[in-house]
DNA sequence: CGTTTTACCTGGTGGC
DNA sequence: TGCCACCAGGTAAAAC
């Protein structure tokens, strides 16, 4: 369900609330939630302060201080050089997964994987996830022109809202594959960021069916699909993100509203915003896929 | 090698 | 009331 705009709402209250704060410890409830590097995260974390949170995609990350390197630089230091971070706490929520500012002594939530705990004894940062699609890690930093990531992502392709983003690379990539529109909006290592929501939601801005051959598609429709990839989830941002129920939420708990403003996602029978033509739910990749009819007719050539 | 399918996981829902 | 099939779906790994 976190999507782009849902990761980016959590990664900026994650920027306000622990920018600048010293873990004192790590507790792991569930080892699936660290699956990459298990029974190592607590001894990774304990002592390093978190420098910002950052974004590709869905994934986020929290630079760490590197005390080591700041050691080496001489405690005086040269205060015109940042610190950079050599190491990240990267998380990807999955399905279900939430990062939540919550006060130490506030009772233990029932899917909670991983709990930090900071030096000041202000609010914790626990990772809560029901269906355990998400997990934590600390990795390496690689440093990538134009800018760094850690190293398990570096397959992750820039994602729409990023200055990385090549639109021209996009198309020329895109036109080379063989597959429907759809799975290529979801390939991460192609576009970063968008789901099965908000791939709906941009095909039917751009009127095209998600089966559509991508060797088919013109620049100029390919320009005007990424024009509603990034509408779409701007307006998605200014709203909050999007919530069907209670598993997706900021790190203050609480939903956002786009889901008001989806025109078919979730509608099947309901009426196409644009036309009134009731939205069709078709089967696509073990789940499914909602479009108008009308609006988005089915290619011949149709590629599932 | 590029593309497609499957496994992973839990809670809610609807049928019987 | 219980039991079960089914659905939600992002990603990595396996299969094709």
Redesign the pocket.
């Known amino acids: ?3 782009l705009p849902e990761v980016e709402v959590v990664r900026r209250g994650l920027a306000s609330w622990v920018a600048g704060r010293t873990i004192a410890s790590a507790e792991v409830l569930h080892p ?1 939630a660290v699956r990459r590097n298990a029974g190592e995260l607590p001894d990774q974390l304990k002592g390093r302060t978190i420098l910002s949170a950052e974004r590709r ?3 986020l990350w929290l630079p760490l201080h590197d005390s080591a390197a700041d050691d080496a630089r001489g405690v005086s230091g040269d205060a015109a050089e940042p610190p950079v971070a050599a190491e990240a706490l990267l998380a ?1 929520l ?3 997964g939430q990062l939540l500012m919550v006060e130490p002594l506030a009772p233990l939530e ?2 909670l994987r991983v709990r930090l705990g900071f030096t000041d004894g202000g609010p914790d940062l626990r990772f809560v996830d ?4 998400g997990h934590l890690l600390v990795a390496p930093m690689v440093h990538m022109s134009p800018r760094s990531v850690p190293e ?2 570096t ?2 392709a820039a994602d729409p809202l990023e200055s990385a983003f090549d639109d021209a690379e996009f198309a020329n990539r895109l036109r ?5 529109i759809k ?1 290529a909006l ?4 192609l576009i ?1 960021g968008v ?3 908000y ?1 709906d939601e941009a095909l039917w801005r751009a009127r095209l069916h998600w089966a559509r051959p ?1 060797e088919t598609l013109s620049r100029p429709a390919i320009a005007e699909l990424l024009s509603a990839v990034r509408e779409v989830m701007s307006e998605a941002l200014g709203q909050g993100g999007t919530s069907f ?1 209670s598993l997706y939420v900021n790190v203050n708990g609480e939903s956002g509203y786009f889901d008001r403003s989806l025109a078919v ?2 509608r099947r029978d309901e009426p196409c915003p644009r036309c009134g033509t009731a939205v069709r ?1 078709e ?1 696509f ?4 896929s909602y479009s108008c009819p009308k609006c988005q007719p089915t290619p011949r050539n149709a ?2």
């Open positions: 369900m976190p999507e699936r995609g869905k994934y990807h999955g399905m279900s029932k899917h029901q269906r355990t699609f398990p992502i397959h992750i080379r594959r063989h597959t429907g799975r979801l390939d991460q290592s970063s789901g099965n929501i791939a991508t129920d996602y979730g739910r089967a990749m073990n789940r499914s590629r599932p």
